[in-house]
Structure formats: C-alpha cells, structure tokens
C-alpha cells in the first residue's frame, strides 16, 4: 500500500524519481528501491513524503502498519499468541533448561542466540523485538515472574557476555516480584523441554511448550496447563534458594 501511494502520487504529479528524491533530499536510486521493493520504506521517507503531498500523516500511518506487520512475520506462528498475552499476565513461570528465557537475555546473548543460520538483517530486527518484549519487567508495576534454569545454562555463557549477562540476572533479582532460581547440576530433573505458565487476573491460565524449529504450542486445556503447573512445582522444589541462586551466579560471573 506504501509503495502504491508512493508512485500513484509521485507519477500523477508528473514527478520522476530524480526530481522527487532532489525534492526529499535523497536519492533517486533509494526511491528506486523502495518503489521496486528492494528496500523497505524508512520513518523519515514517510514523514517527508507527508509533508511534501500533504497527505495529513497518511504515509507515516502506513509505515506503522508496515513494522507492525513485518514484526508478527518475523514471530514464528506458533510463538506469537505467547508474545501478544504476556504483557497481560500476572505471573509468569519458566522453566528453561537449555537457555536463559528471551525475556532476562542482553542484547548480546540474543544476538548470539539468533546468529545461527540467520540473515544479519532478520538478526537485528528480532533483537529489537526481543528487547522491546522485556518492556514488561521494566514496568511500574511488572508481573510476579518465576524463572527456573539449570546450573549448566548460566555456566555455559560465553566469555565474553557472561559478565553483562549474569550483571543482568542479578539485577532482575533485586526487584521483589521477580524471582530466578538455578537448579543445581546434581538435581534429579530430567525435564529436557521448556515451558511456561502465564496466569491473568480475568482469564484462565494457560501455558506455552517449546518446540523444535520454532514448533512451540501454546495450551489452554485446563487439565493440561494444570499438570505443567504441577510439574513446574516439583522442579522449583530441586532449585536453589534465590539466595543461593544469587551467590552462585556472582561465583560464575567472577570465574576465570
């Protein structure tokens, strides 16, 4: 549509792309790609292609459909219903038992996590979805948050952001309603799948199990979510305090 609006206009004014781009101050190969779809409009063409058509702020509206859209292609199908309902939970609880969750990563442990087999591109604009996800701890008043991680998880860090990544972890534990507990590598779980469990104050919980290649499902069949919820409390009964969890964090973050 922003394309269509873009050369409808452009082409009716008697405009070719040489004398438009000199319009907007940029360059008609750039008009040249976006028209031809090579390269996705930017915020700034749409606000200088409002004010030199007058179009009342028709293209930024349409450049805001355009990332909207583009952010829900990038969510795999099956995550996305877990994406869209976590800024309306209560509590969420995690258990993670080979990565730390999206929701405590730094910048650079989900750049490292989506560096594999993905285009630098996709890379960067997953990031920026992951980091704006986190908005939700970052709130006034966050959701009751619950994480349970392997010991493993958080000493398999990278050298060079386990530091950062672990600061972040610590951090997150100061706040009263989040809470993160490392399950100790002697513990007897064998649970090898991911899960979470969102509860809300008007609707009925539900839970989300990760899958293979993005083939995550989300659960809202009351007996199932029920037993994960289950199962999530026998795992927290093998984790380490939060107490002890911190101490054994700062102990890594320090190792050599």
Known sequence: MFVNELRARRESSGLSRNRLAAALGCTPQWIAKVETFEKPPSEGLADDLDTYFQAGGMFRRMWEKHVEARKRGLIPNGFRPLAEAEPEA?????????????????????????????????????????????????????????????????????????????????????????????????????????FQLLSFKQAPDVAYVDGVIHHGQVLTNPPDVQELAILFNVIQTAALSAKESGNLIRSIMESP
């Not at 594999?116 to 591109?121: E, K, Q, V, Y």
């Not at 050298?159 to 309603?177: A, G, N």
Request: some cysteine; aromatic content about 8%; hydrophobic content about 45%.
């Open 90 to 194: 209560a509590q969420i609880s995690i258990y993670e038992p080979l990565l730390l969750t999206g929701l405590l990563q730094t910048e650079e442990y989900a750049r490292f996590v989506f560096g594999a087999g993905m285009r630098a591109g996709n890379v960067d604009e997953l990031v920026a979805i992951r980091m704006e996800r986190q908005s939700i701890l970052r709130r006034a008043d966050p959701p009751w948050l619950f994480v349970l991680i392997r010991e493993a998880v958080v000493r398999d860090l990278k050298t060079e952001f386990r530091s950062e990544q672990c600061k972040r972890l610590l951090e997150v534990m100061e706040h009263p309603k989040l809470s993160i507990q490392l399950i100790p590598a002697d513990a007897a779980v064998f649970q090898p799948c991911g």
